[in-house]
């Protein structure tokens, strides 16, 4: 969903964002904020590696003077190259090789794996030079320093040369099919059921949250991160952390394009760098106090974090498939998911294919994708492409918006025996469950939204939804008694001005009613850390 304008460093295959995704990050209006946050050293975790720091600081005071801004050495104009990339169809089998990994090493700074990834270790010094003696400088580039500079840099003290300007052809794939392998296995379609329309009246408003404090916990992933997800799973650069319990005492945290080794921060990695979709972890940690540890990962191989749900990875077909929300029924593990069809250039849009539903019988293992649990984005205006999914009472809730950042929210309910049949959704209209409306359903709230997450609150019976509001540049809470509303007017979690290029806010199921946990992405750092939202009790009276 983790989604914004993700670009590779290289921009090959197209590939943006992710996650989410969603899923980067999109160019919003940042409320004033008086100053950034004093500067900090990086964090490091507890075996002295450095992670990331995703809050907005001031520059280091001992650090030496930005050099003068100049201008770049070249300018590349992208220029669209259109190219036909036949694509086999169907869609390869999902391999599902799975292993059941040893247990982490007792030591948490002993590395499972120091055969397939390690540490780096400094440079050696060279047979020429002694130990801690500067090395010779570099020898001037040969094609910029030549004499040939007729005079811009050959000791006549002008500081400026003109960039050189170059064409940059960039392949736009035109994907067409053609006779490809067996594929999986047609699956029986559903019986058509259309419950008829009852009413849906809404609820009283509830008492707005109020939010006392928020602050950040901890690094979940990535490099210096307490979980140490790089060395254990050759998990370095990914986002989102949407989170569900998967039974008693276990949750499942599964995250968005993930980039393995070869990966280095500033955005999503290149697509040699070990390019998954998505990959699911598990926690049984009850203390969020300080973190949130990872007992293992889904794998494939030893210390490597296995692909969930495939994707044909190229672009104007299936560039990626997005997680966006999990939940568990009756021993089934479910997942809603979008198939993205292409990134956009412009900050926080995408298209999508379709919005669908996977799910696994092996407590997240292995998952399949349903055929027909899809919601397609005819002309891009489907209204449920990135959906959030909360089973409760009789039913399964879905929360909606279409792709990108600048949709609306709507809602839809299925009986909790009929997730995968499309045609038995009732959708919320003026009052209403209607069936077969998807695309008339009655906005829940005013405004735009993007990456919702959706819990019951144990202690209140109150329904919280958290969400990325685009136009306030924050991550937002609003509740209500019902799921259809009337939703409280939103508060702010956390605002991209502290957490620039900020996204998600996936709540962690074991929150309360005065401790909220979740998940936030950082686009510049791509990975994903853990919140704390203190919230005042529901009578209003301070929080202790």
């Known amino acids: 969903m983790k989604y914004a304008a993700r670009r590779d460093r290289t921009n090959r295959c ?69 190219q036909l990339q036949p694509v086999p169809v169907p869609d390869p089998p999902l391999d599902n090789t799975r292993i059941t990994p040893d247990p982490l090493p007792a030591d948490p700074c002993r590395n499972p794996c120091p055969d397939i990834r390690d540490t780096p270790k400094p440079p050696e010094p060279g047979p020429e030079s002694e130990p801690g003696e500067p090395a010779p400088p570099a020898a001037p580039d ?43 296995p047609p699956q029986p379609a559903p019986p058509q059921v259309v419950h008829p329309a009852e009413p849906g009246p809404v609820a009283p408003p509830v008492a707005p949250p109020r939010v006392e404090s928020a602050r950040l916990v901890e690094q979940i992933t990535g490099p210096g991160s307490g979980n140490r997800t790089d060395m254990r799973w050759q998990v370095d650069g990914t986002d989102l952390g949407l989170m569900w319990e998967t039974k008693p005492g276990e949750v499942a945290v599964v995250f968005g394009d ?171 209209v003026n009052g209403t469950w209607a069936p077969a409306a998807e695309n008339q359903a009655t906005p829940l709230v005013a405004g735009i939204a993007s990456e919702l997450s959706v819990r019951v609150d144990p202690g209140t019976g109150q329904w919280q939804m958290s969400y990325l509001d685009p136009a306030r540049g924050a991550i937002v809470l609003r509740t209500a008694a019902d799921p259809q509303g009337t939703w409280t007017e939103s508060v702010q979690l956390v605002s991209t001005a502290d957490y620039p290029k900020s996204y998600g806010g996936f709540l962690h199921p074991w929150s309360t009613s005065r401790d909220l946990y979740f998940t936030l992405s950082a686009w510049d750092t791509y990975n994903v850390y853990l919140l704390h939202a203190q919230l005042a009790p529901p009578d209003g009276s301070p929080a202790s």
């Open 14 to 82: 197209g590939l943006v964002l992710l996650g989410v995704v969603l899923v980067g990050y999109v160019a919003v209006p940042v409320p004033a904020r008086s100053a950034p946050h004093p500067w900090a050293p990086p964090p490091v975790n507890a075996c002295g590696e450095t992670g990331f720091d995703p809050l907005a600081r001031e520059p280091d005071p001992a650090a030496p003077p930005a050099p003068p801004v100049q201008l770049p050495p070249r300018i590349d104009i992208p220029i669209p190259v259109p």
């Open 142 to 184: 040969s094609g910029s320093a030549s004499g040939s500079g007729s005079g811009s840099g050959s000791g006549s003290g002008v500081p400026w040369r003109l960039p050189e300007i170059r064409i940059n052809p960039e392949i736009e794939p035109i994907p067409y099919p053609v006779p490809g392998g067996a594929g999986d």
């Open 258 to 428: 993930t980039f393995g080794k070869g990966w280095s921060a500033g955005g999503v990695g290149d697509p040699d760098d070990d390019w998954r979709s998505n990959v699911l972890g598990y926690s049984t940690d009850r203390d969020l106090s300080d973190g949130l540890s990872l007992d293992t990962m889904v794998q494939d191989s030893r210390c490597h974090a296995a692909e969930l749900l495939g994707s044909r990875k190229i672009k104007n077909w299936e560039t990626t498939t997005i997680p966006t929300s999990g939940f568990a029924l009756d021993g089934r593990q479910y997942l809603s998911f979008m198939s993205v069809n292409r990134w956009s250039r412009i900050p926080g849009m995408w298209w999508t294919n379709y919005g669908g539903i996977a799910y696994s019988d092996d407590n997240g293992s292995t998952w399949v994708k349903d055929q027909h649990a899809r919601w397609e984005n005819l002309f891009g205006l489907g209204r449920f492409q990135v959906a959030a999914m909360v089973p409760h009472g009789d039913y399964v809730y879905m929360f909606g918006t279409p792709n990108g950042r600048v949709g609306v929210i709507g809602l839809a309910r299925v009986p909790k025996g009929e997730v995968l049949n499309k045609s038995a959704y009732q959708y919320w």
